[in-house]
């Protein structure tokens, strides 16, 4: 079974621009949710959508937001880039009982 | 406010020798806890997990503790080895009824040496 993927792995971007990154679950996984990795912070939780629904959303402004597709797959979009939003985006899947989530490879966001 | 703490960024363990990772959580809510693994440019990888109703839960040479009074939680790997060098990550859930939302600890840098 193929596992999760994320597009594109690296992205460089200016402050001010929009980006969308893409994720595709593991086959048969209703669930994806996002999250956020910088240096000491660990992953802070984005936001996880379930049938196409954002069932639960972590503490970040309003400039990050998602979306999913009847397929599950997934985008995340942040508007108006800010320096501090370099990090790391994974994206996680599992098959809507919450428990274990298997991640994709993330994509590295640089902003300048 | 950190709901999920590892105290420890760093932890060097020869091989062969038992690695001990440890986790504190501050949120009575939680009732799921997870480890996962995570390599440089790649996702994390799910270890190993143990439910509230369990104080124990094995799976080859990984086990991991859980003291619910306490609210710690602590992964075991025996016999350590080479390959298990990476971050380890805490996780827990529970607050959010079935969604999904993981609450991460910041991570521990294992290093096994030869």
């Known amino acids: 079974k193929a596992g999760v993927t994320q597009t594109p792995r690296y992205l460089i971007k200016t402050r001010g621009q929009q980006v969308t990154l893409s994720c595709s679950p593991i086959?048969?996984?209703?669930?994806v949710s996002w999250y956020q990795q910088t240096p000491g912070q660990g992953l802070q939780f984005l936001f996880e959508y379930f049938s196409e629904t954002q069932r639960n959303k972590g503490n970040f402004p309003g400039r990050f937001s998602g979306r999913q597709f009847s397929n599950s797959r997934s985008e995340m979009n942040v508007s108006t880039l800010e320096l501090g939003d370099s990090a790391l985006y994974l994206c996680?899947?599992?098959?809507?009982?919450?428990?274990?989530?298997?991640f994709g490879p993330g994509t590295r966001l640089t902003v300048l | 406010d950190q709901q999920v703490k590892q105290n420890s960024p760093s932890l060097s363990v020869q091989e062969g020798r038992i690695s001990i990772l440890n986790c504190d959580y501050t949120?009575?809510?939680?009732?799921?806890f997870l480890w996962y693994k995570k390599y440089p440019a790649e996702g994390p990888t799910f270890l190993i997990s143990i439910s509230s109703i369990k104080d124990k839960n094995e799976d080859g040479r990984f086990t991991v503790f859980l003291n619910k009074s306490a609210k710690h939680l602590s992964l075991h790997i025996v016999p350590s080895q080479p390959g298990d060098s990476a971050v380890y990550f805490c996780?827990?859930?529970?607050?959010?009824?079935?969604?999904?939302?993981?609450?991460f600890g910041t991570g521990t840098r294992l290093q096994v040496t030869l």
């Open positions: 996680a899947s599992d098959p809507g009982q919450g428990n274990e989530q298997f």
């Open positions: 996780a827990a859930k529970g607050d959010t009824g079935t969604a999904s939302k993981l609450t």
């Open positions: 949120n009575s809510m939680f009732d799921y």
């Open positions: 086959s048969g996984h209703r669930s």
